[in-house]
């Protein structure tokens, strides 16, 4: 199957600073990444849709002044955390798809002090 | 209608039984449904998936059943075993709307006692 590679795999930053993730399909060019966000026991939660050289589309309630998304090639998207606060913890999952298929990266687990 | 509805949330299983896991949605437009295994900390992998035009698929020792009329769709992993122990998402896409955008269910937590 597809490959995709998130990296860091985890984060510990001071509140007010910001953290970049990125989200890299490795062996496929994937005009359209997904951004979730996935609290403890609970499924995942779309954030945004990333599409190659245009703005991410964001969902209802999700601040995109906070979570910058960049998709700057077809096979690297990056989420940045702007001044990240303890609410921000999470886990982060990207994915990328082929077709149909999508394929989630390993997950960044984000903790804010 | 964007809802994929997934039960149980936890299911315990002895090993070598079958664990059964079952999703219903409402969009009529979803037209492929995956589902997911998720261990902790770590991101989702795709398991196995299926199209509404076949009533069954099977890799190995899971099998997705599919009922179009009902709108209901059910993993069974057979001979299950601990090491299959994760949660379980299943999900949706499909539509103009939707594309390849995934819906997913809320998750069964799966534990095979040895």
């Known amino acids: 199957g597809a490959v995709v590679s998130q990296h860091p795999s985890w984060v510990i930053c001071k509140s007010g600073t910001s953290v970049k993730i990125e989200c890299r399909s490795l062996d496929f060019q994937a005009t359209t990444m997904f951004w979730y966000r996935q609290f403890p026991k609970q499924s995942l939660m779309l954030m945004a849709t990333?599409?190659?050289?245009?703005?991410?589309?964001?969902e209802q309630g999700v601040e995109k002044d906070k979570f910058l998304i960049n998709h700057a090639s077809l096979t690297l998207s990056t989420l940045t955390v702007t001044s990240a606060h303890p609410e921000d913890s999470s886990f982060y999952i990207c994915s990328a798809s082929v077709g149909w298929r999508a394929f989630f990266g390993q997950g960044t687990r984000l903790t804010v002090v | 209608q964007q809802q994929v509805k997934q039960s149980p949330q936890s299911l315990i299983v002895q090993k070598g039984g079958i664990s059964i896991i079952n999703c219903a949605y409402e969009?009529?437009?979803?037209?492929?449904f995956p589902w997911y295994q998720q261990f902790p900390g770590k991101g989702p992998a795709l398991l196995i998936a299926i199209r509404p035009d076949v009533s069954e698929k099977k890799e190995g020792r899971f099998t997705i059943s599919f009922n179009k009329s009902a709108k209901q769709f059910s993993l069974h992993i057979m001979d299950s075993q601990p090491g299959d122990s994760a949660t379980y998402f299943c999900?949706?896409?499909?539509?103009?709307?939707?594309?390849?955008?995934?819906?997913f269910g809320e998750g069964t937590q799966l534990t095979v006692n040895p």
């Open positions: 990333s599409n190659e050289g245009s703005k991410a589309t964001y």
């Open positions: 969009n009529t437009a979803f037209d492929y």
């Open positions: 999900a949706a896409s499909g539509g103009e709307t939707s594309g390849s955008r995934l819906t």
